[in-house]
């Protein structure tokens, strides 16, 4: 099929990508000038494990294309996503004013029966906004489709390539055809689409991302609870997650949820409950919750410090949201690193690929390393806020000759608390017992 996909954000360029690695022939559109051009010479602006090896192959099978052209890109394309950013605004909603620019720019252009597709994940009723829109200019038949993305960061490609289940919503028996067709190849008896109509389709994204921060959260306070009553969250974790209802997935507890999706979505669906009158209160305390959580790392090192943190210099471990990304929006890792720079703390940073996004954000307040031992020469504590696999097993005995002390704050429980007593630490981390020196 020949398929139009605007926008080239994180959504966008892993939808055309994959599209076009079952060859159809994809049209990739975005505003930004340099940004399309970036593309069109091969450089993938984001970082995602396997999507730049698939971009250039379909690059170079001339199935993978990218244009500021609106009017040209969907001339011969059926269906085209819709992959736009839809920001929080400062109410918490979700700003549509992408989404209805685009729309009303459709309206202008279509000239033949198309498939507008919402691929981004939009408030209940967008469906309805969009086709309102397009309806005011547009004199052909088109139909309006929810089909929201489940694209984990750091899995994205295999996501989409391997779905779960694809959800799609609409109304309309020409454009689930089509679609049918479409997304042919991805499915089989264990991953199936899911066909309803638009806005429980719109309400089944919101639900999935609240129902696992709800979770994380929920986890993240059995552990608070632990270190108080002097439980181990670990076991506790392995005894729930044995519970075929419950599973173990998103039960590991740590410094809070971040990225784009669960933030923006908790608050987005807390705004839409509101406008309805319906006080949703366990969002709410997950909202509240989790802003805790992101910060928890530091009363500990303050209350190890005795408050007094002053002419100290403390390593960080990780920067990213969470690994096999660069992303750093709504990272903990930017929390902990406020707190700290509220008192005057000297902080070195290494993350395998967030460095970059990070030095966007604070410039020269901090400072970087090349590996994950540059950081700690001199250090007086580590702090680990993203779980790395290269993390996973350094070198103690290498790490505790680079620093002044052997001190490690872990949001994201990386080592047994045996290793650490053997290796001699002090070792703090979530919802388990303090390793004393």
Not at 305 to 315: C, E, P, Q
Request: hydrophobic letters at 40%.
């Amino acid at each position: 099929m020949n398929l139009t996909v605007i926008g080239t954000g994180y959504v966008g360029l892993v939808t055309g990508t994959c599209l076009a690695d079952m060859g159809n022939n994809v049209i990739c559109v975005d505003i930004n000038k340099e940004k399309v051009e970036q593309l069109k010479q091969g450089k993938v602006p984001i970082y995602e494990p396997n999507l730049e090896e698939l971009f250039h192959k379909n690059i170079e099978g001339k199935r993978l294309h990218f244009t500021t052209d609106l009017k040209s890109a969907i001339k011969d394309s059926t269906v085209i996503f819709l992959a736009l950013p839809t920001p929080q605004d400062e109410d918490g909603s979700a700003d549509l004013s992408y989404v209805e620019a685009v729309s009303n720019d459709l309206g202008e252009i279509i000239d033949d029966y198309k498939i507008i597709i919402n691929k981004s994940t939009v408030p209940v009723g967008t469906s309805d906004i969009v086709k309102n829109i397009i309806s005011k200019k547009a004199n052909f038949e088109f139909d309006v489709v929810s089909n929201p993305e489940f694209l984990r960061e750091g899995f994205a490609v295999k996501d989409f390539m391997e779905p779960q289940r694809i959800i799609i919503g609409t109304s309309s028996i020409k454009a689930k055809e089509i679609l049918a067709r479409l997304y042919k190849p991805f499915i089989d008896v264990k991953r199936p689409i899911i066909f309803m109509d638009e806005r429980s389709s719109e309400l089944t994204k919101y639900a999935a991302n609240t129902f696992l921060a709800t979770k994380i959260t929920f986890m993240n306070e059995i552990a608070n609870l632990c270190e108080i009553i002097g439980a181990d969250v670990d076991r506790v974790r392995m005894g729930m997650g044995s519970d075929n209802r419950i599973g173990n997935r998103f039960l590991y507890p740590g410094i809070g949820y971040g990225g784009s999706c669960f933030p923006k979505d908790v608050n987005a669906l807390v705004k839409s409950s509101d406008e309805v009158n319906y006080d949703f209160k366990i969002l709410k305390s997950v909202l509240e919750i989790n802003k805790k959580q992101k910060k928890s790392l530091v009363p500990k090192v303050l209350k190890h410090y005795n408050n007094d943190l002053s002419n100290m210099r403390i390593a960080i471990w990780g920067l990213a949201f969470k690994p096999n990304t660069d992303d750093v929006r709504e990272a903990p890792a930017t929390d902990v690193i406020n707190e700290l720079l509220l008192r005057d703390v000297k902080i070195c940073a290494y993350d395998p690929e967030a460095m970059p996004n990070i030095k966007k954000i604070y410039g020269d307040k901090i400072e970087f390393g090349e590996n994950s031992y540059d950081i700690l020469k001199d250090a007086d504590c580590l702090l680990i806020c993203t779980e790395w696999s290269e993390f996973v097993s350094p070198n103690f005995k290498k790490v505790k000759s680079l620093m002044k002390e052997p001190i490690i704050f872990d949001g994201r429980n990386l080592f047994e608390l045996d290793t650490m007593r053997k290796n001699g630490f002090y070792y703090e981390s979530v919802g388990r017992k303090i390793v004393s020196l």
